[in-house]
Nanobody
Framework: QVQLVESGGGLVQPGGSLRLSCAAS????????IGWFRQAPGKEREGVSC????????YYADSVKGRFTISRDNAKNTVYLQMNSLKPEDTAVYYC????????????????????WGQGTQVTVSS
């Protein structure tokens, strides 16, 4: 059974950092591109970042570029999202997801291209 589990969310002050983890079970993560998405109350789900399966090509939304870093540790079957210089507008539920298909040198930007989703982890940035 394919399963993704996010962890690492929490409450942090503006300017602080968090590292989210996306752990996979039931499949090998290094065969899949992985995306991070977020959804704030009353807003649509938006893409934050993604990483390809083979050459670690990455994509970042303009709103997080320079502050967030996506990476993978295939030995641990885990993908990370390091979030620095957090802002109140980063507050949302964060989800990781995996698409079917071989995304070896790129990764999809849109949520509808993803087939497997985790349950989400809450990130709250507030003083």
């Amino acid at each position: 059974q394919v399963q993704l589990v996010e962890s690492g969310g929490g409450l942090v002050q503006p300017g602080g950092s968090l590292r989210l983890s996306c752990a996979a079970s039931g499949f090998t993560l290094d065969n899949y591109a992985i995306g991070w998405f977020r959804q704030a109350p009353g807003k649509e789900r938006e893409g934050v970042s993604c990483i390809s399966s083979s050459d670690d090509s990455t994509y970042y939304a303009d709103s997080v570029k320079g502050r967030f870093t996506i990476s993978r540790d295939n030995a641990k079957n885990t993908v990370y999202l390091q979030m620095n210089s957090l802002k109140p507008e980063d507050t949302a539920v964060y989800y990781c997801a995996a698409p079917e298909g071989r995304w070896e040198t790129s990764c999809p930007y849109d949520y509808y291209e993803y087939d497997y989703w985790g349950q989400g982890t809450q990130v709250t940035v507030s003083s």
